[in-house]
C-alpha cells in the first residue's frame, strides 16, 4: 500500500508538462509582431538594403527559437533534446560558414 | 512522456524514445533545406542583382499573408495538442481540423502565386524563364524548388495531423496516449519554422 502510495506520488511529479492555452497565445502574438516587423523593417528600410537582410535573419532566427523552444516545447523536454538540437544547429551554421569562407576569399 | 519501459512494467510503448526518434528525423529534414539555403546564400552572393529583380515578381502581401496563415496553424495545433493532454478530446478534434483548414489556405494561396508565374513563363523551362539572365534563372528555380519542396511538406504534414485526427476521434489518441499526436504537431511546427526563413530570403529582398 505504502509502495504504492509513493509510486503514485512519483509518477505525479513525473507528469508531462502541459503548455497552457493562454501561453500559446501570447506566443502566437510576439510571433505576429516580430513577422509585421521583418515585413516593415524590408518595406520601410529599403536604403538600409544590407542591414535589411541581417534584420531580417535576426528576426527569423529568434523567431525560430521561439517556435522551437515554446511550440515544439522543447524548453520543457529532457536536456538530451536541447543538446542534439545545439549540435545540428552548429553543424549547419559551421556547413554554411565555411562555404561562405571559400567562396568569399577566391 | 517520462515512461520507462522497463521489463514487466505492463507499458508496451516508450513515448520518449519515439519523440527522440522524430527529432532525429526533423534534423535530417533541416539538413534537407540547410542544404538548399547555402546553395541560395551562395548564388545570391554571385548574382545579387538578378536576385533583386527576381524578387520584384514576388507579391509581399500574398507571402506575408501565408506567413501569418501558417504561425496561425501552429498555433492551432499546439493548443490541440493542449486540449488532448487535459482530455478534451472533442476541442482537439476542431483545433485538428482548424489546422488543416489552413494548410488548404496557404495551398490555395501557393496554387495562384504559382500560376501566375506560370501564365507569365518563368517556371523553369518556359520562354520568359530561358530569356532570363542567368542569375535571374537561378533565383526562379530555386524559388520553385524550394517552395515546392516546402508545399509538398505542407501536403504530407496535413495528411498527417488529417490521420492523427481520426485516431483522436475514435479515442486511440488520448490524455494518457499522446505521442503520435505530439509528432505530428513537431513536424507541422518544422514546416512553419522552415517557411519563416524562406519568406523573408524570397519575398522580403527588396
Do not use: C
Request: proline share 3%.
Amino acid at each position: 500500500m505504502e509502495v504504492q502510495k509513493q509510486h503514485d506520488q512519483e509518477t505525479e511529479t513525473h507528469q508531462p508538462h502541459i503548455s497552457s492555452y493562454r501561453d500559446l497565445i501570447g506566443i502566437w502574438i510576439g510571433l505576429m509582431v516580430l513577422t509585421l516587423m521583418t515585413v516593415a523593417v524590408s518595406v520601410l528600410g529599403g536604403r538600409l538594403a544590407t542591414m535589411a537582410v541581417a534584420m531580417a535573419m535576426f528576426i527569423a532566427t529568434g523567431k525560430s527559437f521561439i517556435v522551437a523552444s515554446r511550440f515544439m516545447h522543447v524548453k520543457y523536454d529532457k536536456p538530451v533534446f536541447k543538446v542534439l538540437g545545439a549540435i545540428v544547429m552548429v553543424l549547419f551554421v559551421a556547413l554554411l560558414l565555411f562555404t561562405i569562407l571559400d567562396y568569399a576569399t577566391r | 512522456m517520462e515512461h520507462l519501459v522497463l521489463p514487466n512494467s505492463g507499458l508496451t510503448r516508450d513515448d520518449e524514445g519515439s519523440k527522440l526518434g522524430m527529432w532525429l528525423f526533423l534534423y535530417t529534414e533541416v539538413l534537407l533545406f540547410g542544404g538548399l539555403f547555402i546553395v541560395y546564400t551562395m548564388y545570391r552572393f554571385l548574382y545579387p542583382d538578378s536576385f533583386l529583380q527576381g524578387s520584384y515578381h514576388l507579391s509581399i502581401p500574398i507571402g506575408t499573408i501565408n506567413t501569418i496563415v501558417l504561425l496561425t496553424s501552429s498555433l492551432t495545433v499546439a493548443m490541440g495538442i493542449t486540449a488532448l493532454q487535459k482530455g478534451n478530446n472533442k476541442l482537439a478534434v476542431w483545433l485538428m481540423v482548424a489546422t488543416i483548414f489552413f494548410a488548404l489556405v496557404f495551398m490555395v494561396n501557393k496554387y495562384f502565386e504559382w500560376s501566375a508565374k506560370i501564365e507569365h513563363g518563368l517556371f523553369p523551362g518556359m520562354d520568359a524563364y530561358m530569356q532570363l539572365p542567368r542569375g535571374e534563372t537561378l533565383f526562379f528555380f530555386l524559388y520553385f524548388f524550394m517552395t515546392g519542396l516546402h508545399a509538398l511538406h505542407i501536403i504530407i504534414g496535413a495528411v498527417v495531423i488529417g490521420l492523427v485526427t481520426m485516431e483522436i476521434k475514435n479515442g486511440k489518441q488520448s490524455s494518457s496516449n499522446f505521442a503520435y499526436t505530439e509528432n505530428a504537431g513537431l513536424y507541422w511546427h518544422l514546416v512553419d519554422l522552415i517557411w519563416i526563413f524562406l519568406f523573408p530570403l524570397f519575398y522580403l529582398i527588396h
